[in-house]
C-alpha cells in the first residue's frame, strides 16, 4: 500500500464530496495577541468545534462512505478516532468494533458506547490496541480501518487543508499535531500541491514521538511511549504506514512540546 502527496491531494476533493453533507467546515478562529509578535496574524482552526469533537470524524466518514465489502468493520483508537468511526458508521449504517485500550477517557467510551457499536477494551495504550483489532482482522471476520494508515482516512483528513486555503488569504506557516500521521500527511499534501511556498510544521509531544524519530531515522523504528496529555497522539504506528513516507515528504520541520509548556 502506498500514495504519493499528489494522489492524496487530489483524493482530498473526491473525499470533500463524499463527507461533507456529514462534517461542519469548521471556523478559523484569530488568535490574542498575547505573546505573539506584533506583526505576526494566527488563527486556530477549530476542528473542536466539529460534531464529534474533533477532525477524526472527517477520516472515517471518508473511508466508511468509501466502503463497499460485506464484512463488518473493526477499528481501534485512543478515542476520538473511535467517536468519529461510530458516528460515521451510525450514520452511514455500517457494522463496527471499536477496540480501544483499557485506559481510555470514561467520557470517550460513553460517547462510543452511545452510537450502538461493539466495543472491545484491550492493552494499556492505542498500540496494543490497534494489534489487537488488526489480529481480530487477520482472522478474516473483520475489515480493519486504521485509523491513518489508510488512503481514505488520509484523504479525509486532507479536507482541513483545503478548507484553510479557502478560509485564508495567505498562509505562511500551519502548524499541525503528529500522532499516526493522517492528520499532517493530508493537510501536508494538500498545501504542498496547492500553496508550495507554505511551510508545514510537525508538533510532536516528547513523550510519544515515533513518527518524529522515524521521519528522523528514515525508516518506522520502536521508540518509549510515556504519559501524555496529548493522550490523542500517544502510541506507535505501523511497520507499513503510509504515512511515513508522506510526512517525510511535507513536513518541512519537527517540533517538540514537553508536559511543562
Not at 13 to 31: D, K, S
Not at 118 to 133: F, K, M, N, T
Request: hydrophobic residues 40%.
Amino acid at each position: 500500500m502506498s500514495t504519493t502527496p499528489l494522489e492524496i491531494a487530489a483524493s482530498a476533493n473526491q473525499a470533500r464530496q463524499r463527507i461533507r453533507r456529514h462534517i461542519y467546515q469548521t471556523p478559523v478562529i484569530p488568535a490574542r495577541k498575547t505573546g505573539i509578535k506584533h506583526s505576526a496574524k494566527v488563527f486556530f482552526k477549530a476542528e473542536n468545534f466539529q460534531l464529534t469533537g474533533s477532525f477524526k470524524l472527517r477520516g472515517a466518514m471518508s473511508k466508511i462512505s468509501n466502503y463497499t465489502g460485506s464484512k463488518p468493520l473493526i477499528t481501534a483508537s485512543s478515542g476520538n478516532h473511535g467517536i468519529g468511526s461510530a458516528q460515521a458508521a451510525s450514520t452511514l449504517h455500517k457494522s463496527l468494533t471499536v477496540v480501544l485500550p483499557e485506559t481510555v477517557v470514561s467520557s470517550k467510551l460513553k460517547k462510543i458506547e452511545s452510537f450502538g457499536v461493539e466495543v472491545i477494551l484491550d492493552g494499556p495504550e492505542a498500540g496494543q490496541a490497534e494489534q489487537h483489532a488488526q489480529k481480530l482482522a487477520a482472522s478474516g471476520e473483520y475489515t480493519y480501518v486504521s485509523p491513518y494508515n489508510d488512503p481514505d482516512i488520509v484523504a479525509g483528513q486532507a479536507t482541513i487543508g483545503l478548507e484553510i486555503l479557502e478560509q485564508c488569504d495567505h498562509v505562511d506557516n500551519v502548524f499541525v499535531s503528529m500522532g499516526g500521521g493522517g492528520l499532517i500527511s493530508g493537510i501536508g499534501s494538500v498545501l504542498k500541491a496547492f500553496s508550495p511556498g507554505t511551510k508545514v510544521f510537525g508538533v510532536a509531544a516528547t513523550n510519544s514521538k515515533t513518527l518524529a524519530e522515524s521521519i528522523v531515522a528514515g525508516k518506522i523504528i520502536e521508540t518509549d511511549h510515556l504519559p501524555t496529555l496529548a493522550e490523542g497522539v500517544a502510541g506507535g504506528i505501523d511497520e507499513d504506514s503510509i504515512t511515513l513516507p508522506l510526512a517525510s515528504v511535507v513536513v518541512d520541520q519537527v517540533i517538540e512540546c514537553n508536559e511543562v509548556a
